[in-house]
């Protein structure tokens, strides 16, 4: 059995807060992931068992490779649909805040979010919590947002009556966030949970290929270019960079997700310990987003916060720089040399 993760206070304030709601929205970060829209779409499928109607409202686009999810088309992106967006904010009494743990990861959708005179409830994994709510569920030592979504609903009584849309972007969720539960999934209850949504007729192996095998011709040739042209290893300190530039997103045709999950290949070098990516935006100037994964005890979270104006989780983290990718790679090269002294361990 699972432990409970909401005080018997919390559990009362949530169960009337959702009881109460007319207009309910749930949000997520910008740019998306598994988790973020695992956990989105897995939360409103159980309001909707309450008899509640809640809007997902993302910030902007996401990945192709989550489109196949259930329900992904009743998604409403802020980016396209502003206006209607703002109106829904300014109409709702309940807002939920999943897999961020700041305004600021909501991007251009900030203002509109803080400003909102709907209650705000958070509920998220990453550490360092200031998003202004009424209850906060905030726990870094899980897996994802996804898991804590469903140790919610499994506390709250509403497993039992749920359906597949519940339980696969549940285990979307928890998939993408652990990397195919290859890290930060050593916790025994996280199998019992997958154990529990398999009860409910999912295909593990079918949403593992829709997500990880689902890419392009295009998608596939950019692994073998970053691979070949782009890495840089450092050997003696275990770890490499890598940088993708405006012009190779744009020969290789990349659409968003396209570089998902190449930042940890170069993890398959023996003994490596630390991998860096950085990626040029395709639309705004001196815009550079970072992705790090490391093994064992290397803390690339405490890296992504000190260099990248990031954070995350001890081995895989991310952030953002707001300069050329040429000063990115100096940053990337410097925060390397800043912890020689771990990574040769």
């Given amino acids: 059995m699972l432990n409970n993760i909401l005080s018997e206070e919390q559990e009362n304030?949530?169960?009337?807060?959702?009881?109460?709601?007319?207009?309910?929205?749930?949000?997520?970060?910008?740019?998306?992931d598994g988790d973020a829209i695992g956990s989105s779409l897995g939360w409103a499928e159980?309001?909707?068992?309450?008899?509640?109607?809640?809007?997902?409202?993302?910030?902007?686009?996401?990945?192709?490779?989550?489109?196949w999810l259930p329900n992904t088309d009743k998604i409403l992106r802020y980016d396209k649909h502003r206006e209607k967006a703002d109106l829904l904010f300014k109409i709702a009494d309940l807002v939920f805040c999943?897999?961020?743990?700041?305004?600021s990861r909501v991007d251009e959708m900030k203002e509109t979010l803080v400003s909102t005179p709907?209650?705000?409830?958070?509920?998220?994994?990453?550490?360092?919590?200031d998003v202004p709510a009424v209850l906060t569920v905030s726990h870094p030592e899980m897996s994802s947002t996804s898991e804590l979504v469903f140790r919610i609903v499994w506390q709250l009584g509403g497993f039992e009556q749920l359906s597949r849309h519940f339980a696969t972007p549940v285990y979307c969720g928890m998939m993408t966030d652990t990397g195919g539960f290859t890290y930060n999934s050593s916790n025994p209850a996280i199998f019992y949970i997958i154990s529990q949504l398999l009860t409910k007729g999912i295909n593990k192996d079918r949403i593992y290929r829709n997500v990880y095998h689902n890419f392009s011709e295009d998608r596939?040739?950019?692994?073998?270019?970053?691979?070949?042209?782009?890495?840089?290893?450092?050997?003696?300190?275990?770890?490499?960079?890598?940088?993708?530039?405006?012009?190779?997103?744009?020969?290789?045709?990349?659409?968003?997700?396209?570089?998902?999950?190449?930042?940890?290949?170069?993890?398959q070098i023996k003994g490596h310990r630390l991998s860096i990516s950085m990626r040029e935006d395709t639309d705004k100037e001196n815009l550079v987003w970072v992705s790090l994964r490391s093994v064992d005890d290397f803390p690339c979270?405490?890296?992504?916060?000190?260099?990248?104006?990031?954070?995350?989780?001890?081995?895989?983290s991310g952030g953002?720089?707001?300069?050329?990718?040429?000063?990115?790679?100096?940053?990337?090269?410097?925060?390397?040399?800043?912890?020689?002294?771990l990574l040769r361990r």
């Fill in 13 to 32: 304030l949530l169960r009337g807060l959702i009881a109460e709601a007319q207009n309910i929205i749930i949000t997520c970060h910008q740019n998306a």
């Fill in 46 to 67: 159980y309001l909707k068992m309450q008899g509640k109607e809640a809007t997902v409202i993302v910030p902007d686009q996401y990945p192709d490779y989550l489109h």
């Fill in 98 to 103: 999943l897999d961020y743990n700041t305004p």
């Fill in 118 to 129: 709907a209650k705000r409830v958070l509920i998220d994994h990453h550490l360092g919590p």
């Fill in 220 to 267: 596939l040739r950019l692994t073998g270019f970053v691979m070949l042209e782009r890495l840089v290893v450092d050997n003696q300190r275990h770890a490499s960079y890598y940088a993708l530039r405006r012009e190779d997103l744009k020969r290789f045709h990349f659409v968003k997700g396209d570089a998902e999950g190449l930042v940890n290949m170069p993890l």
């Fill in 301 to 316: 979270n405490k890296m992504a916060a000190e260099f990248f104006n990031g954070g995350g989780h001890l081995n895989a």
């Fill in 320 to 341: 953002r720089l707001n300069c050329s990718i040429d000063e990115a790679i100096k940053v990337a090269q410097q925060a390397i040399e800043a912890y020689d002294e």
